[in-house]
């Protein structure tokens, strides 16, 4: 019985390790290449996933899982030297005509200019809350880590643990907050030339494809989204799931003003020419 006892400890131990190892970033099991005909390659047992981009077609990714709330965690290195016309995003969205989504794209750029990354927000299917930046490090020369956080009260984009961007949910003064459609992520790299670098003005150079962006250390702290059903209630481990009431601390909002005011190139909530009858009502209250 104690040979029993002890054999059954130590299969509940190894099938805990093996599912946190899985979880905590084996491709394989988490990711499809979902379309780009063999130019999306997962690589090293899992542990690294490359997208490529040529004249004939780009590549992407999508979860195996979708998820209600989360925190989603992903390293990427983008498209290196001249990168002009090219879009790398990394983004969370639902199905159907009105989708909710939430944004990380990188906008490609002539070598030695920054990439300049755009981020939205959509609910029901509308967005129109872009807010833009200028990355405080070189984007292509290693990984680093882009997060994001949505839970009931906020959503909260964050680069190497920076929160650069807070969106928050003011249902109470009649402003849509994405909570009731589960949604996949998904990654890609695609052409688009006609508006990406400077509106459209520069041109992708293929002469320099196939281009190639990298990613890893995928990790998914979520509500996993089964049969109409999430694995999150009542009796979710308190101490896994500090994530779905989590807010920014005293420290993360001097680090977000510090990005806002020195990175960010554009905000709807600035844009007054954009919205002539008024800007919307969530930019009144930041």
């Known amino acids: 019985m104690a040979s029993l006892l002890t054999s059954s400890v130590l299969f509940a131990f190894l099938a805990c390790y093996f599912m946190a190892a899985s979880h905590a970033g084996n491709l394989y099991q988490d990711i499809d290449i979902t379309w780009g005909d063999g130019r ?47 879009v790398t995003t990394f983004y969370m969205k639902s199905p159907g005509t ?22 939205n927000v959509f609910c029901q299917g509308n967005g129109n809350r872009e807010q833009q930046f200028y990355l405080w490090f070189d984007p292509t020369a290693d990984f680093h880590s882009y997060s994001i956080l949505w839970n009931p009260q906020r959503i909260i984009f964050s680069v190497d643990g920076t929160p650069i961007r807070e969106f928050k949910n003011m249902e109470s003064i009649g402003v849509p907050f994405p909570k009731s459609q589960p949604m996949r992520i998904y990654s890609s790299l695609w052409n688009a030339d006609d508006w990406a670098t400077r509106g459209g003005l520069v041109k992708t150079d293929w002469t320099k494809a196939p281009f190639t962006a990298s990613f890893r250390k995928y990790n998914a702290n979520a509500c996993l989204w089964n049969n109409g059903a999430s694995s999150c209630s009542s009796s979710t481990n308190s101490s896994s799931s500090s994530w779905l009431s989590e807010e920014l ?27 002539p009858q008024g800007l919307p009502p969530e930019c009144k209250t930041s």
């Open 40 to 86: 999306g390659k997962i690589l090293n047992n899992g542990q690294l996933l490359t997208l490529s981009l040529d004249k004939a077609s780009g590549s992407g990714f999508q979860s195996k899982n979708q998820y209600l709330y989360g925190k989603i965690d992903m390293q990427l290195k983008l498209v290196p030297g001249n990168s002009a016309g090219t």
């Open 249 to 275: 601390d005293s420290t993360s909002q001097a680090r977000l003003k510090w990005v806002q005011k020195k990175y960010m190139i554009y905000n709807y909530c600035t844009d007054n020419k954009r919205f």
């Open 98 to 119: 009105t989708w909710d989504e939430i944004d990380f794209e990188f906008l490609g750029n002539l070598s030695g200019d920054p990439y300049i990354l755009h981020t």
